[in-house]
């Protein structure tokens, strides 16, 4: 049974994640639009596996903290001071994802599994992310770190990210649907949430002292 509550919680988790527009996503969506709804696919498949791996990563993670309480003070700090910078570079560094792809890029013949993974990796939202989501069911008893159950969670995170972004393929490919976009830049969104993320935590710290 927690094997399939895990499982529950990571493709859970992985779908709300994936919902709001951001890089992925979209990026997905203008794959499938300007290349057909295979390469979308294709490019979801590449994003799912380094999320996959990240989730992995994230909760093997979140299990030595959950062994070792003593250090989520010193990982608050830590974590404070990364969202600030994932802030400061989606409102001020990082390009407007508004602006079209390159006529050279949009003929690219660059395989989309790749470009699906490389761009999956350069995001890495879903380490704190995943670390924050297990912690958190962990202190409820709905989440367990045998390593049966956290192979269930990694599964159910990349079967969650990908159905999202199925969704996203499906309903972009019409033609009419970057119109409905074209004046939100989706870093502001991003930066905006790591910016909350940030108070809340700045917040906790000082409420320790």
């Known amino acids: 049974m927690s094997v399939f509550f895990n499982f529950l919680i990571g493709f859970l988790a992985a779908l709300i994640g994936v919902i709001p527009p951001g890089l992925l996503n979209m990026y997905a969506a203008k794959v499938s639009m300007k290349e057909g709804r295979k390469k979308g696919l294709l490019?979801?498949?590449?994003?799912?596996?380094?999320?996959?791996?990240?989730?992995?990563?994230?909760?093997?993670?979140?299990?030595?903290?959950?062994?070792?309480?003593?250090?989520?003070?010193?990982?608050?700090?830590?974590?404070?001071?990364?969202?600030?910078?994932i802030t400061i570079y989606f409102?001020?560094?990082?390009?407007?994802?508004?602006?079209?792809?390159?006529?050279?890029?949009?003929?690219?013949?660059t395989n989309r599994f790749f470009s699906g993974m490389f761009l999956a990796l350069i995001n890495l939202l879903p380490l704190p992310y995943w670390v924050y989501i297990s912690i958190t069911f962990a202190g409820f008893g709905w989440f367990q770190f045998e390593q049966l159950n956290l192979l269930a969670t990694v599964f159910a995170s990349g079967l969650g990210t990908f159905v999202m972004l199925a969704v996203y393929v499906w309903f972009f490919r019409r033609k009419d649907a970057p119109k409905k976009r074209k004046g939100i830049n989706m870093n502001f969104i991003i930066g905006g949430i790591t910016a909350i993320i940030s108070v809340i935590t700045f917040f906790k710290i000082f409420n320790d002292f």
């Not at 996959?52 to 062994?67: G, H, K, P, S, W």
């Not at 409102?91 to 013949?109: C, H, N, V, W, Y």
């Open 43 to 85: 490019f979801s498949m590449g994003v799912c596996i380094t999320v996959m791996l990240q989730t992995y990563v994230a909760l093997i993670f979140a299990r030595f903290l959950d062994m070792h309480p003593e250090y989520v003070d010193m990982l608050q700090k830590v974590a404070l001071g990364i969202f600030i910078c």
């Open 91 to 109: 409102f001020f560094i990082a390009k407007d994802t508004r602006r079209q792809l390159p006529e050279g890029m949009e003929r690219s013949k």
